[in-house]
């Protein structure tokens, strides 16, 4: 006789629960791609960088806003994500009060940096349809 032993292997699973939390930078999308918001946005520095200010409207005098701080002489980028139609372009002027020379940004274009000549110039603004 042949004694037969049966080996009975237990398997044990053990759910491991490992809990990988990946935190995303919730990236803006990029200033160049943006989808129109009805604003015209500037920034301090080339490239979207800096303080930032956004006007859905005029604005005449860029030392003193609403909601940003004094971008007079400091806008450095800027983009058009006003909504097209009538008034769709935006003008900057070299003075306050739509004063002076000025550049025209078109409707959903995106300065990286201002034209030759323009950086920390615009003082003012106002939607027009002159590109
Ligand atoms: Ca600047
Ligand atoms: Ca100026």
């Not at 398997?11 to 930078?25: H, S």
């Not at 409707?107 to 603004?125: I, K, L, Q, V």
């Amino acid at each position: 006789m042949r004694n037969v032993k049966l080996t009975t292997l237990a398997t044990a699973a053990a759910a491991l629960m490992a809990t990988l939390t990946l935190t995303p930078q919730s990236q803006a999308s990029s200033p160049a791609t943006a989808m129109a918001d009805g604003y015209v946005h500037v920034w301090e520095h080339t490239g979207a960088g800096g303080a930032t200010c956004r006007w859905s409207g005029d604005d005449s005098d860029y030392r003193f806003n609403t909601g940003c701080g004094d971008m007079n002489d400091k806008v450095s980028s800027a983009r058009n994500s006003g909504y097209s139609g009538a008034y769709e372009d935006v003008l900057f002027y070299e003075n306050i009060d739509r004063r002076g020379s000025f550049v025209c940004l078109p409707n959903g274009a995106y300065w990286e940096s201002m034209p030759a000549g323009w950086n920390d110039r615009a003082s003012s603004h106002s939607w027009g349809s002159a590109c």
